[in-house]
């Protein structure tokens, strides 16, 4: 198994989306990138701890590369809107990429030149090493499952 760290906005929508995709094994929603550590929902909800709402992907290679789940991503969210996913404001929402190796940095890196290419306009998608992952509360996990609903803004 390998893993992978996404941010594309609100994480039920993205959650939801990548957690069908065959080759995922397993998705848990969280925090990354701040500087508050174990923060509460509420607490990344005031922009003040820095940190992103992120998904994190078990993938088994062998199934879904690495490459496929980042097209996913691109497809799925808007990369060139900063601090900002459908009606969710605020940095929480920005669009983000959190590597483990080398190998998955220069995947996204590359894919995001593409990305730049391809539409034409500036992807403001941070690339950024793994940092510290905190666990969602419960109730955030598969929220979307939950509730019978299919979508989110994703």
């Known amino acids: 198994m390998e893993q992978a760290i996404f941010g594309a906005g609100c994480f039920w929508g993205v959650e939801e989306t990548l957690r069908k995709v ?31 709402e992120v998904v994190k992907v078990e993938f088994d290679p062998k199934i879904i590369s ?15 809107s900063r ?32 990305q730049e290419k391809k539409r034409g306009k500036k992807i403001v998608t941070e690339i950024l090493p793994a940092a510290a992952f905190y666990k969602a509360e419960e109730y955030h996990q598969q929220y979307l499952k939950k509730r019978g609903a299919a979508v989110c803004h994703f």
């Open 66 to 80: 690495y490459d496929h789940l980042l097209d996913i991503f691109w497809k799925n969210h808007d990369p060139t």
């Open 22 to 52: 065959k080759g995922v094994k397993k998705t848990t929603v969280g925090y990354m990138g701040g500087k508050t550590k174990n923060p509460s929902y509420e607490q990344v909800c005031t922009a003040a701890t820095g940190h992103i």
């Open 83 to 114: 601090d900002k996913q459908g009606l969710d404001r605020g940095p929480q929402y920005r669009s983000a990429i959190f590597y483990y190796t080398e190998e998955q940095k220069n995947h996204a890196l590359g894919s995001k030149e593409i």
